[in-house]
């Protein structure tokens, strides 16, 4: 088959939303998927060969979704990349319904995994608490430090304060390591324990300190360090 060809010229069980129609999503490559956000392409490439090479230079549909509008692959635009964040966005939100305020904190499990997909492609590190009841049902969800790449200055009595402010009887907290290594160092496992016993003073109960790496999670409570 000619390079040159359009999708619609392709034969129709090829193409990908007939394909996903058909066998369903799950069928489809990470190419097709990210062609049918893009609708079309560009001079002498299919939707379908742009997503190839825009996934080949950025490193996979998670470098995509990282990229800035200057680092753009050749042949994106504004407003492909617009429909990549949207999708993403998407994703994550799903993902962190189990994080809305009100919803109880049932599963430990479940929880790691929408903070991972909440903080997992940030460039720099964020450190975010989360606010429970008494029966640990969620009162809020704060971004409380923001920091570059290297880590984030967290000061425990601003912790304690907003932990107050919410009539907090239990929190957890996690933050991301943007390097990707999901490993807790000796300035974390310092602050956890600090955190701890700041809480513990006004009788509030740290449940878990999750960091979040590139494909994994560091949970301080399932290490039994808490």
């Known amino acids: 088959m000619s390079e040159h060809l359009s999708i619609r010229q392709w034969p129709e069980q090829e193409r990908p939303r007939e394909r996903l129609l058909q066998f369903g999503v ?24 742009l997503a190839r090479e825009s996934l080949l230079k950025s490193g996979g549909l998670r470098g995509l979704a ?17 429909s990549v964040q949207a999708a993403m966005e998407i994703g994550r939100r799903m ?15 479940a929880v790691r995994n ?20 008494a ?20 000061y425990v009595g601003e912790v304690v304060r907003r932990a107050l402010h919410w009539g907090a009887s239990a929190m957890i907290v996690a933050h991301n390591h943007p390097s990707g290594i999901a490993e807790a160092s ?7 324990q600090q955190l701890a016993k700041a809480l513990q003073l006004v009788e509030i109960r ?13 949970s301080f409570a399932e290490r039994g360090e808490l």
């Open 206 to 218: 740290l449940l878990d300190h999750v960091i979040v790496g590139e494909g994994a999670t560091y």
């Open 186 to 192: 000796a300035q974390d496992r310092m602050l956890t």
């Open 95 to 109: 993902a962190g319904q189990d994080l809305a305020r009100g919803a109880a904190i049932a599963d430990p499990a």
């Open 26 to 49: 799950s069928a489809l490559s990470d190419a097709e998927l990210l062609a049918l956000l893009f609708r079309s392409g560009s001079r002498g490439r299919s939707a379908v060969d």
């Open 66 to 82: 990282r990229a800035s509008l200057g680092e753009l692959p050749r042949g994106l635009g504004p407003v492909r990349w617009a």
């Open 135 to 154: 029966r640990h049902q969620i009162l809020a969800i704060e971004e409380m430090f923001r920091g570059n790449a290297n880590g984030a200055a967290v």
């Open 114 to 133: 929408a903070l991972q997909m909440r903080l997992r492609d940030l460039r720099h590190e964020v450190f975010q608490a989360l606010f429970l009841d």
